[in-house]
């Protein structure tokens, strides 16, 4: 794939401060794009991200926001026009995730789940696609998880955000793409970021022994995947959902 696919673009990555979004925000560097990097309170590790990026020879702002409040959203898209210009692409990343038993998700947790993984795609999504619109032309990756194709009995509101955001992902593409808007989605399968802190040892090696490759992925083999979504070696795919994971998941 051409790398002058992203010379002169603007990205801007949610979530960008670290494990999957940070590799994202590498990748589209080294590619030749000028990249603004979300976050919501981690200022040093997106400030890290920033020195990567410029390392690797681009542009680099962090532009702090809640993807899950509109107004936040508004004032961290204008800070980006104003530094980079319009918003050529988008990669959706912010999300959270916790292991919450069927007996302990409350209306809270499930409520914020939503919030950030599927409310805050749909509001950042909705704050650039007018400019994309009126220059015609967009390219927009969201980040799903295999989480939304099994049973997940101790991420029930996770899975249910991530099966939103690969329903999202086909309707809104379909909506788009008369303006040249073209929309994938990546599910990543478990993959060694920070996310994985919490998760116990037994939970990992029962996890690699039901992945064919038998390892878990790294946060540059997803973002590869981004890079291509992104670029025009991916021209004709609309609305897909592109699983990562080492064959834990098949999909017909």
């Known amino acids: ?14 979530g960008g401060s670290r494990g999957i979004g940070r590799a994202c925000c590498q990748r589209l560097a080294s590619a030749g794009a000028r990249v603004a990097i979300n976050f919501r309170s981690r200022e040093q590790d997106a400030l890290e991200t920033a020195r990567l990026v410029e390392a690797a020879g681009a542009q680099a702002m962090i532009v702090p926001a809640d993807v899950a409040d509109p107004q936040s959203v508004a004032v961290m898209v204008a800070k980006v026009n104003d530094r980079f210009g319009p918003i050529d ?16 998700t409350t209306l809270d947790h499930w409520k914020r789940t939503i919030d950030v993984n599927l409310t805050g795609l749909y509001i950042v999504t909705w704050a650039v696609k007018d400019q994309m619109a009126e220059r015609r032309f967009g390219r927009i990756v969201n980040m799903s998880s295999i989480s939304a194709l099994r049973s997940r009995p101790y991420g029930i509101a996770y899975s249910a955000s991530k099966a939103g955001v690969i329903a999202f992902t086909k309707s809104a593409s379909e909506a788009l793409i008369p303006f040249n808007i073209r929309m994938n989605a990546v599910a990543p399968g478990l993959v060694e970021t920070e996310i994985i802190d919490d998760v116990d040892q037994p939970t990992i090696d029962r996890i690699v022994e039901q992945t064919p490759m038998k390892r878990i992925g790294q946060a540059e083999e997803i ?3 981004v890079h291509f979504l992104l670029s025009e070696a991916s021209r004709f795919m609309l609305g897909q959902t592109v699983v990562a994971c080492g064959g834990r998941v098949m999909l017909p």
């Not at 051409?2 to 949610?14: G, K, P, Q």
């Not at 692409?89 to 302990?104: C, H, K, Q, R, S």
């Open 1 to 14: 794939m051409s790398e002058a696919d992203f010379e002169n673009r603007t990205v801007l990555v949610t």
């Open 89 to 104: 692409m988008l990669v959706n990343n912010a999300g959270i995730f916790e292991y919450v038993t069927p007996d302990t």
């Open 223 to 225: 973002a590869d995947v």
